[in-house]
């Protein structure tokens, strides 16, 4: 359920963040560093997307807790928008959080489009993560696009020629621009060898491109020493199977993805959807 007119807040030269966990989101690089803001800053809860209308819920099930033991709370799929203040420029974040959406996607764009212009954002941040073939110990490769070859060049994007299935934040960069708003989108690789849910170095990675957008540090807390862990929990499995060693070793041959060409980023997103559909076959 949307605010009324009557409850819009007066923000402050307001950025929106968005990230939405499953297809857009290996290694939970996105939604993590969408939390990782809500916590450092001290969000607060500002509408709810309300789920019915765009989760199938065989996909996205609720979820049920135990409130002390005794009643039972229903905790339902949708999409949380909150506001936080950045506290050395005085200007406002708006963050959107949730699950990608199963329905209605061009509704559900819309709807986010609405609060921009409610709230008069002046850009929008699009964060996801990608399996890629990168090395784990190397910097972590960001891509992405903006909405101008200038901006593009300003966050040293490269430009992509990739054609083929998108998810949700593509789909809400296309219609940002195509209404006229500012948005740029940053996708961190995360090792596609990696089993770990979570891949904090990707989500480090991507606070610090939000950093080149908001232009505000970010004080990443305990990030960099879970980015340090999970670097070195990897290094421990991979020292211990000289084979494997050898196979990711290889990998520090390739090209970063930042500086890749356009028909290399393609290739590599065409991997991580193959890598996709394999999994989700079981």
Known sequence: MMPSEDSLPDLVAPVMVCAFS??????????????HLALTWDARPYAT??????????????????????????????????IARMPSSGRDLVLVSGPEPNLRWLTFCE????????????????????????HFERRVPVSGSAWDARSAARYALAATRYEGPTGVTGLLH?????????????????PYYVS???WSPATVALLRRVEQVIGEDIPLGTLDQQAAASI?????????????????????????????????????????LRRHDDDGKG
Do not use: C, K
């Open 22 to 35: 499953g297809w857009n989101d290996a290694g939970e690089a996105a939604s993590s560093a969408v939390e």
């Open 49 to 82: 997307l309300e789920g019915e209308e765009y989760y199938d819920f065989q996909v996205n099930r609720p979820q049920v807790s135990l409130v002390d033991g005794v009643s039972r709370r229903i905790t339902w799929p949708g999409v949380d928008i909150s």
């Open 111 to 134: 709807e986010i489009l609405d609060v921009v212009r409610d709230l008069g954002v002046e850009r929008l941040v699009l964060l996801g993560g990608l399996s890629t073939d990168s």
């Open 174 to 190: 296309h219609l940002a621009v195509r209404s006229g708003f500012e948005a740029v989108s940053f996708w961190a690789g995360t």
């Open 196 to 198: 770990a849910p979570v």
């Open 232 to 272: 070195d929990a990897v290094r421990a499995l991979v020292d211990a199977d000289p084979s494997m060693r050898e196979h990711i070793d290889a990998l520090a041959d390739e090209p970063e993805i930042d500086s890749t060409t356009a028909d290399e980023l393609a290739a590599e997103f065409e991997r991580y």
